[in-house]
């Protein structure tokens, strides 16, 4: 399988405190994407990294990625309660798109 | 400006019949993918299409097809519905099929 894998699969955390989740994949990629999703609803993209950057930051979120170890991780924050979500990584392999299973993460008030 | 749209939000449907699930990406993307979402699983692909061609294919059986039409909409076929195609299907857009892509909101399909 060439899914990739978030760690933690849950995550509680107190408002105000930084949330990171961390993904490992299996092979070689071109890009990695981050989306997290609502009350398994739709998803929201985040964050787009391609295999020859190593950080990128929007907002409040940085996304670093590690070709040599095959990971990534997704760090959010000063943590707002509407950040209670689920997140995901998604890599491409060929043509396909594979996300993993995703990090639970709650924003405790 | 309208994001992707997808109708219908919730179906139910009996064990063997066909189902078509319809998604309209946002105006300029020409890629369109497709994607299964069981409960507490991250979504499965099932195919990308660009420029009205198949540009990928997940691991699912020949029971589910797709198209996409000159306009760049597409719908999702499945046919002889088995109860283990419940889930939410969802649809994603993008400009390119290497790009960052835009969800609908989904539609939750039931067999019974």
């Known amino acids: 399988s060439q899914q990739g894998e978030e760690d933690p699969q849950a995550l509680s955390i107190q408002e105000g405190e930084n949330a990171t989740m961390n993904c490992s994949y299996k092979?070689?990629?071109?890009?990695l994407q981050w989306y997290r999703q609502n009350s398994g609803r739709g998803l929201v993209h985040l964050i787009l990294i391609r295999s020859n950057e190593r950080e990128k930051h929007s907002g409040r979120l940085r996304v670093t990625l590690d070709t040599s170890k095959k990971s990534s991780s997704l760090l959010i924050t000063a943590s707002r309660a509407a950040d209670t979500a689920s997140y995901f990584c998604a890599t491409d392999w060929g043509d396909k798109i594979i996300f993993g299973k995703g990090t639970r993460l709650h924003i405790l008030p | 400006d309208a994001g992707v749209t997808q109708s219908p939000t919730h179906l139910i449907k009996t064990r063997g019949q066909h189902v078509t699930l319809r998604c309209s990406p946002i105006s300029g993307h020409k890629s369109v993918s497709w994607y299964q979402q069981v409960l507490g699983q991250g979504p499965q692909f099932i195919f990308q299409y660009y420029e009205k061609e198949e540009r990928g294919r997940g691991n699912f059986p020949d029971r589910f097809s797709a198209r996409q039409f000159p306009n760049y909409s597409s719908e999702l076929n499945v046919n002889a519905l088995l109860l283990g195609d419940s889930a939410l299907y969802l649809c994603?857009?993008?400009?390119?099929?290497?790009?960052?892509?835009?969800f609908g909101q989904g539609t939750r399909l039931t067999v019974v």
């Open positions: 092979t070689s990629i071109n890009n």
């Open positions: 994603a857009s993008s400009t390119g099929p290497v790009q960052g892509s835009f």
